[in-house]
T-cell receptor, first 109, second 115 residues
C-alpha cells in the first residue's frame, strides 16, 4: 500500500502550546520520512526529515517522533507561534515521494 | 540564488485552448516533477523526470504532457484543458536521479482556472 494517512485535517492551537500532527503508512519499504511546510501563496518547503533507523529527530522547536513497529510518525511543534501557521505535509519515500493530504495549522495569539 | 521558477503564476483560460506552464531550475538537478494541489487532496504527482529525455507518469497524468529536452527546463503542457484541471500547480526538483530524493525544491506555484 502506497498511501500515507495524515491527521488531523486542521488544527487550532493556542500560542505557546504543542502542535501534534500524525501520519501512518503501510509500506515497510519506505525509508525516508520528510515533513514539508507550506505558507499561503508559496510552494512547500522541506522542514525536517527522519530515517527509520532513529526514533526521534529534533531541530529547534520541531521534532519528528518515529514508531517503526506501529508504522507511524508524527511532527511535534513545541512553543507554537503564530508564524508557524501553515499547512504541513508528511511524506514517505520509496522510489517516489508519497504525500499525506496535509494539515492546516492555525496558531491563535 | 538557487530556485525553481514557474510561469505564468496565474492563468485564466477557456476549455480546449492549449497552454504551457514553464518550469526552470538553476540547481543542476536531475530530478524534476509536476504536482497539482487541490483542497483536501494534498499534492498529487502528474509527471516526473529522472533526467533529460526520461519522463514518466505520476498518479494523475491524464490530460497532461511534459517534455525534458534540457536539464533545467520541464514544461507542463495541457493540450485541451478542461474545467477539472482547474488547480494549483507546482513544479519541483531535486538533486538525485535513480530514484526521487525526499528533499525536493518547489516553485512558487501556478494557479490555473479553466472556464
Amino acid at each position: 500500500q502506497q498511501q500515507v494517512k495524515q491527521s488531523p485535517q486542521s488544527l487550532i492551537v493556542q500560542k505557546g502550546g504543542i502542535s501534534i500532527i500524525n501520519c501512518a503508512y503501510e509500506n515497510t519499504a519506505f525509508d525516508y520520512f520528510p515533513w514539508y511546510q507550506q505558507f499561503p501563496g508559496k510552494g512547500p518547503a522541506l522542514l525536517i526529515a527522519i530515517r527509520p533507523d532513529v526514533s526521534e529527530k529534533k531541530e529547534g522547536r520541531f521534532t519528528i517522533s518515529f514508531n517503526k513497529s506501529a508504522k507511524q510518525f508524527s511532527l511535534h511543534i513545541m512553543d507554537s507561534q503564530p508564524g508557524d501557521s501553515a499547512t504541513y505535509f508528511c511524506a514517505a519515500l520509496n522510489y517516489q515521494l508519497i504525500w499525506g493530504a496535509g494539515t492546516k495549522l492555525i496558531i491563535k495569539p | 540564488e538557487a530556485q525553481v521558477t514557474q510561469n505564468p503564476r496565474y492563468l485564466i483560460t477557456v476549455t480546449g485552448k492549449k497552454l504551457t506552464v514553464t518550469c526552470s531550475q538553476n540547481m543542476n538537478h536531475e530530478y524534476m516533477s509536476w504536482y497539482r494541489q487541490d483542497p483536501g487532496l494534498g499534492l498529487r504527482q502528474i509527471y516526473y523526470s529522472m533526467n533529460v529525455e526520461v519522463t514518466d507518469k505520476g498518479d494523475v497524468p491524464e490530460g497532461y504532457k511534459v517534455s525534458r529536452k534540457e536539464k533545467r527546463n520541464f514544461p507542463l503542457i495541457l493540450e485541451s484543458p478542461s474545467p477539472n484541471q482547474t488547480s494549483l500547480y507546482f513544479c519541483a526538483s531535486s538533486i538525485t536521479s535513480g530514484r526521487a530524493d525526499g528533499a525536493q525544491y518547489f516553485g512558487p506555484g501556478t494557479r490555473l482556472t479553466v472556464l
